[in-house]
């Protein structure tokens, strides 16, 4: 029996992908907001005949192909979009106004609904359990954590488990991850400098909040370049600044907003500390307080087990050849689907979407964000072929 290709299928299918993709692209819904997309994949899936459970984290939808028995893979999507007003130039943009799929989200579901039909299609070839994880809350909510917490991996048990980004890093036609350390451990970091309002003419009547903000972002910047191993990574990035309303007033108090990284927890934690310490000596020498506070929520790093890595690679060298294979450095971005893999083994990869000649270049989180759609196809046929050859090799 000739073996089928999953790219043939799927391109097969290409229009019935893009179609949804743009839908998606439409109507961008934010972090466990996602009702209509969450709507739309359960009438896809309702379409397709899988079963599904729902709600899982909110709005997260768990859908099973097989016999509900292990071995067991998973694939997972998120869901959500970013408050970017969209400026790319395409004619499905966004029509919520400041809402935009701007890291791709939109692709990754439509994909997993692609390799959902393609999967349904080859139900008598599945020895096991696919589940399809659509996940809620990637950009900050944590929404993996909340799948896992709501029984995402079990029943049956999840052995192996794969995520696809879109990557415009990578041409189109092309993949990349690494073993180990793909993406880092992320947090969000909030402070509030207190001093004594004010007349700006008199600040010696007041005590100057600004100033002593002001030494703590700058001083905050040697964490990095002077406490850190030189070997190991870190980022502490001050990304918000609030104060005073006036011309001519001190004001009370500096809100401030950041986000920390490093790639292991530990560094993720010295880093935290580090912060909290900083901020209070250097407001008390300028005779003011500070209060610092980790919202939560922190990911992970997301780290590739190795073998699930050279597996990947050895079935998309079938699908897409061994030269579009790139060993990708690792990135400071971070990412929930570490959450799964804290838990159990698995692999992130990089889909290639860049294309210079229909200007898909820009960054993700870009308002100009924009994919070439022929690695939808791509995606849903890796998702296939991740699942039913796993299923094989766990047998
Ligand atoms: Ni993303």
């Known amino acids: 029996m000739k073996t089928r290709n999953p790219v043939d299928d799927a391109r097969a299918i290409q229009d019935w992908i893009v179609q949804l993709r743009r839908q998606l692209h439409?109507?961008?819904?934010?972090?466990?907001?996602?009702?209509?997309?969450?709507?739309?994949?359960?009438?896809?899936?309702?379409?397709?005949?899988?079963?599904?459970?729902?709600?899982?984290?909110e709005t997260g939808v768990l859908a099973t192909l097989g016999d509900g028995q292990g071995p067991c893979v998973a694939?997972?999507?998120?869901?959500?979009?970013?408050?970017?007003?969209?400026?790319?130039?395409?004619?499905?943009?966004?029509?919520?106004?400041?809402?935009?799929?701007?890291?791709?989200?939109?692709?990754?579901?439509?994909?997993?609904?692609?390799?959902?039909?393609?999967?349904?299609?080859?139900?008598?070839?599945?020895?096991?359990?696919?589940?399809?994880?659509?996940?809620?809350?990637?950009?900050?909510?944590?929404?993996?954590?909340?799948?896992?917490?709501?029984g995402a991996l079990k029943k049956p048990d999840v052995q192996r488990i794969f995520g696809l980004h879109v990557w415009p890093q990578l041409p189109v036609g092309a993949i990349g991850s690494r073993p180990g350390v793909f993406l880092a451990a992320a947090g969000f970091?909030?402070?509030?400098?207190?001093?004594?309002?004010?007349?700006?003419?008199?600040?010696?009547?007041?005590?100057?909040?600004?100033?002593?903000?002001?030494?703590?972002?700058?001083?905050?910047?040697?964490i990095v370049s002077r406490e850190l191993d030189p070997l190991h990574s870190g980022v502490v990035s001050i990304t918000q600044v609030h104060a005073g309303e006036a011309y001519n007033v001190i004001p009370e108090a500096v809100h401030l907003r950041g986000t920390v990284r490093a790639l292991s927890m530990e560094t993720l934690r010295q880093i935290q500390k580090r912060v909290g310490e900083i901020a209070d000596h250097v407001a008390t020498a300028n005779r003011c307080r500070a209060d610092t506070t980790f919202p939560g929520n922190d990911?992970?790093?997301?780290?590739?087990?190795?073998?699930?890595?050279?597996?990947?690679?050895?079935?998309?060298?079938?699908?897409?050849?061994?030269?579009?294979?790139?060993e990708a450095p690792a990135v400071m971005g971070g990412e929930d689907f570490a959450f799964y893999t804290e838990q159990v083994?698995?692999?992130?990869?990089?889909?290639?979407?860049?294309?210079?000649?229909?200007?898909?270049?820009?960054?993700?989180?870009?308002?100009?964000?924009?994919?070439?759609?022929n690695a939808l196809p791509l995606g849903a046929a890796l998702h296939v072929a991740f699942a039913l050859e796993s299923l094989k090799e766990l047998a």
Request: net charge negative; with cysteine; aromatic share 6%.
């Open 345 to 373: 083994p698995g692999c992130f990869v990089a889909l290639g979407v860049r294309n210079e000649a229909q200007g898909a270049v820009y960054s993700v989180h870009h308002p100009q964000f924009k994919v070439d759609e």
């Open 299 to 326: 990911y992970p790093p997301t780290v590739n087990d190795p073998h699930c890595w050279s597996f990947a690679q050895k079935v998309a060298a079938e699908l897409i050849g061994a030269e579009q294979i790139h």
């Open 189 to 222: 970091l909030e402070m509030t400098v207190h001093g004594r309002g004010g007349h700006a003419a008199m600040p010696h009547l007041a005590v100057d909040p600004v100033v002593a903000a002001a030494k703590i972002i700058t001083e905050l910047q040697t």
């Open 26 to 57: 439409r109507f961008p819904e934010l972090m466990y907001e996602e009702v209509k997309t969450s709507q739309l994949v359960r009438q896809t899936l309702d379409g397709l005949e899988i079963p599904y459970q729902y709600p899982l984290a």
């Open 75 to 150: 694939l997972r999507a998120d869901m959500d979009a970013l408050p970017i007003q969209e400026l790319a130039d395409v004619p499905f943009r966004s029509e919520h106004a400041g809402k935009m799929h701007a890291c791709g989200h939109d692709c990754h579901t439509a994909m997993l609904l692609g390799a959902a039909r393609l999967l349904k299609e080859r139900e008598h070839e599945i020895h096991g359990t696919v589940k399809l994880l659509f996940q809620p809350a990637e950009e900050g909510g944590a929404g993996g954590k909340r799948m896992r917490e709501d």
